[in-house]
Structure formats: C-alpha cells, structure tokens
C-alpha cells in the first residue's frame, strides 16, 4: 500500500494546477484591449440604422435600382460589427460579422446569406475609405472582389462591391448610397 502513495502524490502534483485554473474565470482584459484599441474603432461609421437606395448590374450594359435596409450593431463586448441586411428588390438577405485582428493588423468579415453565399473579407481603412478584400478561386482562374466604403459622413456613405480578374482594373458590380434612419 505505501509504494502507491508517491504516484498518488505525483498524480496530485500534476492534476491540482488544472483544478485550480478550470475554476479560474477567464480573464477578459485582453479582450477589453482588443476591442478598444483605435484601430478596433475604426468601422465604427457604419453603426446605425439605415437606409439605402442603389443599383447593381445585371450585365455589361444593363443597371437595376433598389432598395434596403441594413442595420448594424456593435456586439460581443464590443469586439464584434453585426450587420443585417433585408432587401425585397434585390431578393437579398444577408447576415455579416466583422472584427479587428490585432495579429493580422486588419479586419475580417465573414458575410452569409438567403442565396446560400459564404464569403470571407479583410481589409481595412485606406486613406478616407475602409476596403475589404476576398478572393475566389475556380478550376481557370482567380477573381477578386473587393468591397469599399466612401464618402463617409455622419449621416451617409457609398459602398461599392467591384471584381477584378488582375488587382488592377475594378469593374463596378453594384453601388448602394446609405442614408442614416437614426
């Protein structure tokens, strides 16, 4: 019986620790630092409630118009963007998250919706204007999307989705003029 009572002390020895610190609660002054720093401030403009007129392009030469509406909440301690975008004429429901990286110095946005799209952006603020990039690859070639919010006042913005086959040239996919409903 006492040969066994060093591997009880050893087993106590290593397993104690991980009591302790499963009963620790997690400390959160990371993530109030995260979340706060300037930079995490930054997509701060798009926050509201608003209202949007716009167009997107059918093909080469032909423009529809609509409209929508798109709210957007600060979350999760403030460290998380919700956007919830509802448009009848577009046909277009759709949900985004987005948050700053401090490792990758830029921001991440995952967006989804009723057409089953799953994209992934990242970005962040050049100049005035905060552009967010995403890429998609098929069996010929790569295409490259971008999402840029201009013209940024209090009550308003432009943001516009454009592709690109190179980087270099965009072509204009779709515009939506915001307009704050708060």
């Given at each position: 019986m006492n040969r066994f009572i060093p591997s009880i002390l050893i087993l106590v020895i290593i397993l104690?620790?991980?009591?302790?610190?499963?009963d620790t609660p997690p400390s959160n002054t990371g993530a109030e630092t995260r979340c706060t720093a300037p930079e995490a401030r930054q997509f701060d403009f798009w926050l509201g409630d608003w209202?949007?007129?716009?167009?997107?392009r059918t093909s080469d030469s032909t423009w529809e118009e609509g409209t929508a509406t798109n709210l957007v909440t600060l979350e999760f301690d403030s460290c998380v963007i919700s956007e919830n975008f509802r448009s009848k004429d577009l046909g277009l429901n759709?949900?985004?998250?987005?948050?700053w990286s401090p490792k990758l110095k830029k921001w991440r946005q995952t967006w989804v919706d009723n057409?089953?799209?799953y994209l992934d952006f990242v970005g962040g603020m050049e100049g005035d204007n905060m552009v967010l990039y995403n890429e998609r690859a098929n069996d010929t070639m790569?295409?490259?999307?971008?999402m840029v919010f201009s013209d940024i006042t209090d009550d308003s913005m432009t943001w516009v989705?454009?592709?690109s086959k190179d980087k270099k040239t965009w072509k204009r996919m779709m515009e939506l003029f915001y307009k704050r409903n708060d």
């Open positions: 104690l620790p991980l009591v302790i610190a499963a209202a949007i007129t716009g167009r997107y759709g949900h985004s998250v987005s948050t057409s089953g799209t790569t295409v490259y999307y971008r989705w454009e592709r």
